[in-house]
C-alpha cells in the first residue's frame, strides 16, 4: 500500500490523500484473562500475574521493550468495546527516533487524543499491529479522516486504514512539523512552548507527559545551538514562554540567551531548594513545577503517576498516552531497576496520601503507572513504590 501523506497548507488547511479500507477486529483481551484462571491450577497465581501486574496502588505494563508499553496502554485507555471507546487516530512514531516519540506526544491529548504506537523502522512489530486491530480507529474528522498518523519519514502506512503523515527526517524537522500540525488542528498557536536537548533523552523525557496534558509543544536544541527548524518553529509562536528543561550542562546558558530573543524564557531545572542533580531528580523537580498554567503542580495527593526507565525512552510513547485521556500521569524516571532513587522516594513520602481520625472515606489516593517487565523496575522496587503511595493513618505514631 503506498504512502499517504498529510500536509500543512499555510499553517491552516489539511490536505490528506489515502483511502479508508475494511479492517478485521479481534476485539478485547485474550488467551488466560478471558477464559479466567482457575483455583484448580498450581500456577493460578502465576497466571494472574499478580503482584508483578499489579499491587494495591500501582499497574505495571510489563512490556519488554515500549513497542509492548505503548500497545498495553492504548488498548487499556481504549477499551474498544464500541465506537464510543475508540480512538478517532493513533500516532505511529518509529522505536528508533525517540525525538519524535517526545515531540509526537502533544499529539495525544486535546483536540485529537491520539494514542502513541511504535514501528520497527518501516515495518509494525506484532504488538503495534494487534493494537492496531483491536482498537480499529474511527478516522479522525480534524485530519481529513485518518486513521493514523504518521510521525517522520520511517513508520509505514498500515494497512486497511487511512493514514496521514507529519513529515521530517531529523529530530527538529519532525518537531517542527508536529508543532506546525497540531497548531493547525487546535486552530491557533500554544503560548507555552517546551525547550529540551536533542541529544540527552533522559532530560526530554517528561515533557512528553505535559505536552500531552497541555497541548504544549516539544521543540529541541542542541546543547551549544538552536537548529534552524526550532528557531521557525518559535517564531511561529509569537515570543511564547519558553521552558527548558534540563541544567546548563544540557542546554547551555549561550542557548537560553539565544533563546531569551525568541521569547520570555524560564528554565525550569535551575536548582534552588531542589537542586537537580540527575535527571532522575529533573523529572521530580519538573513534576513539582507550576508557573501561570504551565505545569503540572504536582505537590499534594491523589494523583496519578507514569514511571519510566531511563534506559528506554521511547516508554515516552506510553507516557504520552497516560498524560491525557482521563489519567493525566506526569513521567516520573528512574535510572535504576533494582534500587528506588533516592529523589524519587523522598518525592513520593512528600506527596503519600494520609488521612485522620480513623476516616479514610474522604482520603485522596495516588497511584503509578510502572512502565516496562522487571528489567527495567524491580518487583521489588514496585513494592516499595507501593507502600510509599498507600494512603495512611497521619494521626498515629509510625508503625500503627
Request: hydrophobic share 40%; glycine share 12%.
Amino acid at each position: 500500500m503506498p504512502r499517504r501523506t498529510l500536509l500543512l497548507a499555510a499553517g491552516a488547511a489539511l490536505a490528506l490523500s489515502g483511502c479508508s479500507l475494511s479492517t478485521s477486529n479481534s476485539g478485547g483481551g485474550s488467551g488466560q484473562i478471558n477464559s479466567g484462571v482457575s483455583s484448580s491450577s498450581r500456577q493460578a497465581l502465576a497466571q494472574l500475574g499478580l503482584p508483578t501486574a499489579a499491587t494495591r496502588d500501582t499497574t505495571r505494563v510489563s512490556g519488554t521493550d515500549p513497542v509492548t508499553d505503548a500497545a498495553g496502554v492504548a488498548t487499556a485507555i481504549f477499551p474498544a468495546t464500541g465506537k464510543q471507546d475508540r480512538p478517532g487516530a493513533v500516532a505511529l512514531v518509529d522505536r528508533g527516533q525517540w525525538q519524535a516519540g517526545v515531540a509526537a506526544a502533544v499529539l495525544a491529548g486535546s483536540p485529537l487524543h491520539a494514542p502513541v504506537l511504535l514501528s520497527d523502522g518501516d515495518t509494525l512489530p506484532g504488538a503495534t499491529s494487534d493494537a492496531l486491530s483491536r482498537l480499529k480507529p474511527t478516522g479522525e474528522s480534524l485530519a481529513k479522516g485518518a486513521q493514523a498518523i504518521l510521525v517522520g519519514d520511517t513508520p509505514p502506512a498500515p494497512g486497511g486504514v487511512k493514514s496521514g503523515a507529519i513529515h521530517g527526517n531529523n529530530p527538529y524537522t519532525i518537531a517542527e512539523a508536529v508543532d506546525r500540525f497540531q497548531t493547525a488542528v487546535a486552530g491557533k498557536p500554544t503560548p507555552d512552548v517546551m525547550v529540551a536537548s536533542g541529544d540527552q533523552s533522559a532530560w526530554a523525557m517528561p515533557a512528553a507527559a505535559w505536552a500531552a496534558r497541555s497541548g504544549d509543544p516539544v521543540l529541541f536544541v542542541k546543547k551549544n545551538s538552536i537548529p534552524g527548524p526550532t528557531k521557525r518553529a518559535l517564531a511561529a509562536h509569537a515570543k511564547p514562554n519558553i521552558y527548558i528543561l534540563g541544567t546548563s550542562s544540557v542546554v547551555s546558558a549561550s542557548v537560553e540567551n539565544q533563546l531569551k530573543k525568541l521569547g520570555t524564557v524560564v528554565r525550569v531545572n535551575a536548582g534552588g531548594k531542589n537542586a537537580v542533580k540527575d535527571a532522575v531528580s529533573g523529572a521530580v523537580q519538573f513534576a513539582r513545577f507550576h508557573q501561570g498554567t504551565f505545569g503540572w503542580n504536582a505537590t499534594q495527593p491523589g494523583r496519578n503517576y507514569s514511571l519510566a526507565s531511563t534506559s528506554r525512552p521511547l516508554d515516552v510513547a506510553a507516557a504520552a498516552t497516560l498524560g491525557s485521556n482521563g489519567v493525566y500521569a506526569p513521567l516520573l524516571l528512574t535510572d535504576k531497576a533494582g534500587k528506588l532513587p533516592s529523589a524519587l522516594q523522598s518525592y513520593l513520602l512528600d506527596v503519600q496520601p494520609g488521612f485522620e481520625n480513623g476516616d479514610p472515606s474522604q482520603g485522596f489516593y495516588n497511584r503509578v503507572w510502572i512502565l516496562g517487565n522487571r528489567d527495567a523496575v524491580s518487583t521489588g522496587v514496585q513494592a516499595k513504590i507501593d507502600q510509599l503511595t498507600e494512603l495512611v493513618p497521619v494521626d498515629q505514631p509510625t508503625g500503627k
